[in-house]
């Protein structure tokens, strides 16, 4: 597949407009396969596999987390960080009104609604990462620090080795 049978996503348009330089990866996507299909499908490590997860406060203030794919968020740890009594997933159906992007393709670029982000600082230590490109079955491989520039993250360190969730 060419790139220019690519479909042009709202994350891929901002990362254009944003000057980054990124490469796209279409894949076989698999329902519930996570980043663990995703890292096999494009022979890579799951660790440098960024998802992104859509959460909420105890205000019901919905944000992002850019999490390693081989790594769970300690909701409890991220709580703390914000200073809130808790941090839960949003429903799948909340994510998709918040990023116009369906659960399996949620991309922190080019959302419908401005959301904070906070980032597993450890992603920084990556010569490159693969995450999201706004649809199921696309993924775009960038410098960490590009995510840095463009979103703006806060860097917490929140994650939980070894799980393997799939997200």
Do not use: W
């Amino acid at each position: 597949m060419t790139k220019d049978k690519l479909p042009s996503t709202p994350a891929v348009r901002a990362l254009r407009e944003g000057g980054v330089p990124f490469t796209e990866h279409p894949y076989r996507y698999e329902n519930r396969g996570g980043t663990a299909v995703c890292a096999r499908e494009l022979h890579v490590d799951e660790h440098s596999v960024i998802k992104t997860l859509v959460m909420e406060d105890d205000a019901r203030r919905p944000l992002v987390v850019l999490m390693h794919g081989d790594e769970e968020v300690s909701t409890k740890e991220l709580a703390r960080y914000l200073g809130v009594k808790r941090v839960t997933p949003c429903t799948a159906e909340t994510a998709q009104r918040l990023t116009g992007c369906l659960v399996g393709g949620i991309s922190p670029f080019g959302t419908r609604k401005a959301m904070p982000v906070h980032m597993e600082e450890t992603i920084l230590t990556l010569p490159k990462v693969y995450i999201n490109g706004g649809r199921r079955g696309l993924i775009v491989g960038l410098d960490p620090r590009d995510l840095v520039r463009i979103l703006k993250p806060r860097l917490v360190k929140v994650g939980i080795r070894g799980a393997h969730g799939k997200t």
